[in-house]
């Protein structure tokens, strides 16, 4: 604190009130900036979390879309209580926090709806869906196109010898497939095809899932429908079936069932669920901090735009 000399105890020095009131006002400007920056890193931030976490985790359904349109409506209203409060005379910070808040709800239901057909589509469908036991690989594939899981009978394979891989020109991914066969027939229907990507040659080396188990004998279902990116998909390893069925002589039902091949289909859900939440808080701390960039620099920002305000005035007033 700054001091100066008293003129009549030329020996003893007291406090320089001016000093010490802009001392004060320097805090509580600091403290306001501080609590200004703050109010527009969280504020924003929780509305996208509770929007990506509403629109990524919930299963399918009306109840739970409708509280996805919730969150989505409530950060709406805060951009704009936000918007109005800045209207009203209130600082301009009021005006950045609205313009935050609604790129968190542009943001926010993006990321959750690419978390939920990446990701808990495929978890929920395996976690609701039907599962069949002791399926014959002969068996047509329009009996089983509700289920999640098949278990298939001891005298199903897979047929490493037949199996293909096309590359996507877009995407550049290699779908996968190799059939589902019965030992004890020598039909040439193949209702069933073990499927992934990016883990085979054009006509060899199938590596995915649990192939190289010879005790695997579980699909999870690939589903078609639960999601955009699952029908997209669902596409590239029907192409890629319908390949391999005029390479090698198949005849391929309208619907085929492609499955992921493993041992044990409950890590598989694990697996999804694990990843999906993984995902959630990746993309969740990824928020965080992108709105501690922008806050921060929008708040820099308004700052010289003020200060340069304020120096403009100065300049006419004198």
């Known amino acids: ?16 009130y001016k000093a010490t009131a802009s001392q ?29 976490l ?34 009203r005379g209130a600082s301009p910070v009021y005006k950045l926090l609205a313009l935050m808040v609604l790129l968190s709800c542009v943001a926010g239901p993006l990321v959750g709806a690419h978390i939920e057909q990446r990701k808990m589509a495929s978890y929920w469908m395996h976690k609701t869906g039907a599962t069949y036991r002791d399926v014959v690989p ?19 394979r897979l047929d ?12 550049g991914m290699t779908y996968c497939v190799a059939p ?26 199938f590596l995915c899932g649990d192939t190289a188990k ?13 999601s955009q990116h699952a029908a997209d ?13 005029e390479v090698y002589g198949w005849d391929l039902p309208d619907r085929p069932i492609f499955v992921r091949w493993f041992e044990d289909a409950e890590g598989v859900q694990s697996e999804l669920l694990h990843q999906g939440l993984v995902e959630t808080f990746v993309q969740c701390f990824a928020g965080l901090c992108a709105a501690v960039i922008v806050a921060m620099w929008l708040h820099w920002s308004l700052s010289y735009y003020v200060q340069d305000k304020r120096a403009d005035r100065s300049k006419m007033k004198r």
Request: glycine share 4%.
């Open 138 to 156: 002969t068996k047509p594939s329009d009996a089983y196109q509700d289920a999640s899981i098949l278990d298939f009978s001891a005298s199903a």
């Open 54 to 87: 509403a629109f990524a985790l919930p299963p399918s359904g009306f109840l739970w879309s409708l509280l996805a349109g919730v969150s989505w409506l409530a950060s709406l209203l805060v951009a704009r209580q936000a918007y109005e409060r800045h209207l």
């Open 233 to 245: 998909r669902w596409q590239h390893f029907f192409k890629a079936a319908q390949q391999a069925a």
């Open 24 to 52: 004060v006002e320097a805090a509580r400007r600091e403290h306001m900036v501080s609590q200004e920056v703050a109010v527009l890193i969280f504020v924003p931030w929780s509305c996208y979390v509770f929007m990506v």
């Open 180 to 205: 589902v066969i019965d030992t004890s027939s020598s039909t040439k229907q193949v209702n069933y095809f073990a499927a992934d990507v990016n883990c085979c040659e054009p006509r060899r080396s």
């Open 1 to 16: 604190m700054a001091a100066r000399t008293d003129p009549f105890l030329t020996d003893v020095e007291v406090p320089d």
């Open 160 to 171: 490493l010898q037949r199996t293909l891989g096309i590359r996507s020109p877009g995407s």
């Open 214 to 226: 010879a005790d695997a004998r579980t699909g999870v279902v690939l589903p078609a429908k639960s």
